[in-house]
């Protein structure tokens, strides 16, 4: 059981508000704003340059966060890079893969913009791109993924859970038919690693992408997490690089290789210090807390006549994540109503996924809940009891 008033009194912002905007980005605690505050304030210097005290201070902490993410997700015999945010770490292994005209990808109609736009531009090198349907109840349709996969497939890009419907994947499943045919596995995990405990072994990945600031870290910080690094760096520049010559160079050993420039430092420090606070609360815990509130959430939502839910109706193999629409109002006047009204922050639109939006005949998108450590079930009470009041008035 978590503690959440304990939790709470960690976040700064929650005072006068009910924070259910989770999967945009999550809330920082002080502790991850010490961390990031005593960088600048104590030893703020450049990484992996020169040999004086605080660089070396810098230095160290930076590294060790990478050591950090890569033990929370299993991935210590992998490389993990610390990049700006899911899209940066995406875009890296869309462009980064050495493409054939005729090879193809795979990916799926369930996906964010950021899993999306990548693959379906490579079409513009000549490579092939399927994209994958879901059935009427939202779920994945695995003997697409079979019909479609064949030996031209360099990679499969999918969602581990949905930031729209909230359904998880069965990304074991789909790692096993993607091996079988030769093809890698990219895992998008922005809205599973948060809220769910996430094991790259266990899971099959060849490459998971998620976002530090969707799990209590600093804006500015995400993952990739590769199980061998066979692709070519995004950028060149300082940093990431062995030998250079005048017209030539080697490239560094690692995950330098693939962080050109001076990085995020105070953001990656902080997103360490994110990953330590979560491990001591514990992700089974977190995903128990935030299995109960989803269920209050939809239990109380279904009885509100004119209020429709998307994706699965049940508390089974999802996240809490909670889209709905309200009949007759726009999802923008929903959220509006529900942060003047009661202090709630939703989020509203089409939580760039369009291609699900058009698959799912939505026009303006949903309103869509979603929690973390810090909610309570009072909050959802308030979430619930406003939703009524509103339906109640129209
Ligand atoms: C499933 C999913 N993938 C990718 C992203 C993109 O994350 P970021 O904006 O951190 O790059 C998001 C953000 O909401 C997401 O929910």
Known sequence: MLNVERIRADFPILTEISYMDSAATSLSPEQVLNATNEFERHYRSNVGRGVHRLTN?????????????????GGEKGTTVLTKNTTEAINTVANGVRWNKGDSVITTVLEHHSNYLPWIDLQKRGVDVSILKTYPDCSLNLEDLQNSINEKTKIVAITHASNVLGNIVPVKEIAAICHDHSAKLLVDGAQSVPHMPVDVNDMGCDYLCFSGHKML??????????????????????????????NNFTFAEGYEKYEAGTPNISGMIGLGRAVEYIENIGMEAIKGCEEKLTKMLLDGLRDIEGVTIYGPQDNYNRIGVVSFNVDGLHPHE???????????????????????????????????ASLYLYNTEKEVELFVDTMKELVRRL
């Not at 692709?231 to 940093?239: C, Q, S, T």
Request: proline share 4%.
């Open 57 to 73: 201070i810098a230095s160290q902490r930076y590294w060790h966060a990478h050591e950090k993410v890569a033990r929370f997700i």
């Open 217 to 246: 870290g600093p804006t500015g910080t995400g993952i990739l997490w590769m199980k061998e690094a066979d692709i070519e760096p995004l950028l060149l520049g300082g940093g990431m690089v062995g030998e250079v010559g005048m």
């Open 334 to 368: 929903v959220a509006h109503i529900l942060d003047e009204g009661a202090g709630i922050m939703v989020r509203s639109g089409k939580h760039c996924c369009q291609p699900l939006m058009k698959h799912l005949g939505l026009k303006n998108g949903t309103v869509r």
